[in-house]
């Protein structure tokens, strides 16, 4: 009896920690989608919300819209709306993934209601506060639709989706990793874990900067026009160079942090193998920077920047969870009542 409840337990275990992951993979991948609109200036490819002139499935070409299409939908647009089959299709499949995304977190959700009965009710009210977030992201994806991409709820929702990447972290750490963290001595791990929270904190500011640099280059693009591509940098103004200039304070530091966990006990440990992941990524963020600031900011890569971006900071989440293994991923026998 006993052993037939520890397979269904370690299935169920199992299941969570799929979904978990794969609901991570889901949100990065809306992520990119997210910005691959912002870099083609797709955002009003589809004027209204949740269809898409008017219609769950968006045009192809002109002709299948009405003729009057532009006083229709060009009044919140200052009548400017063109309809251009390649940026409404970006920002729909964006929708898509976004509802996909959500569907992911409620499957998740669903996944985690075993813990209810466990010790562990926590795991499902994280689950429960993602799914809700998720609403809320979409709510906040309307408003940026409403509002005409306007700087502040662009903001938000990125740290919105910020937010929901640490959550959807934490409910994977905790499956895949709860019984494991770094064997370091407990100075060791108290000066490792007081650096990452700098470190995430310095990284979460560099986000927010980027993202004033985005919409200062908003204001660019609005007056050059995307055909001036290579004169969109030498436009930027100082908020360029301050994001600019912290970049080497963001990668000294995480080089710094990075070098404490590869030289503790554990080194084939999985903390020290993400903090290497967040190295490359690290050099791989400020590759695609250098890419936009002296090549004409490509189309390419400003997604690729911003998905960097957010993978470090994810990770590094990561790796401090489990250099605190046993306070924030205590394992408590998922299904033990009591």
């Known amino acids: 009896m006993t052993s037939s409840k520890s397979r269904i ?3 169920a275990n199992r299941l969570f920690r799929r979904l978990a992951l ?5 949100l990065y991948f809306l992520i990119i989608a997210g910005g691959v609109v912002r870099s083609t200036g797709a955002g009003m490819g589809c004027p209204d919300w949740p269809r898409c002139f008017g219609s769950w499935v968006p045009p192809t070409e002109a002709s299948q819209l009405p003729s009057n299409y532009k006083e229709l939908y060009g009044a919140k647009l200052k009548g400017e709306v063109e309809f251009n089959p390649v940026k409404t299709w970006i920002e729909y499949v964006n929708r898509l993934l976004g509802a996909f995304t959500g569907i992911m977190i409620f499957l998740t959700l669903l996944a985690s209601t075993p813990f209810l009965k466990s010790r562990n009710k926590h795991i499902f009210f ?7 977030l998720v609403g809320v992201q979409g709510w906040l994806g309307a408003k940026v639709v409403s509002f005409e991409l ?7 929702h990125m740290l919105l989706a910020i937010v929901i990447v640490f959550m959807l972290l934490y409910l994977y750490t905790w499956a895949e990793y709860a019984e494991s963290s770094l064997k370091l001595n407990s100075d060791s791990k108290k000066t490792i874990s007081r650096i990452g929270l700098v470190v995430m904190t310095l990284s979460l500011l560099q986000i927010l900067l980027g993202t004033q640099v985005r919409e200062v280059m908003d204001e660019v693009i609005a007056k050059l026009g ?13 908020k ?7 970049s080497i304070v963001v990668f000294a530091l995480n080089i710094w942090w990075i070098a404490k ?26 590759a695609t920077g250098i890419i936009m600031a002296y090549m004409g900011v490509p189309p390419f890569a400003q997604p690729l920047h911003l998905t960097f971006a957010i993978l470090l900071i994810g990770l590094q989440f990561v790796v401090w969870l489990v250099v605190n293994g046993t306070k924030y991923l205590k394992y408590k026998e998922s299904f033990q009542i009591g």
């Open 22 to 26: 794969n609901t991570v993979i889901t």
């Open 226 to 238: 995307y055909g001036a591509r290579s004169e969109w940098i030498d436009s930027l103004g100082i």
């Open 126 to 132: 994280f689950s429960l506060a993602a799914f809700i």
């Open 261 to 286: 966990i590869v030289k503790s006990e554990a080194r084939e440990s999985v903390t020290v193998k993400v903090a290497k992941a967040c190295l490359w990524i690290l050099i791989a963020e400020i």
């Open 150 to 156: 306007l700087p502040v709820v662009v903001t938000l």
């Open 240 to 246: 360029f160079y301050i994001h600019r200039s912290f």
């Open 9 to 11: 337990d370690s299935k």
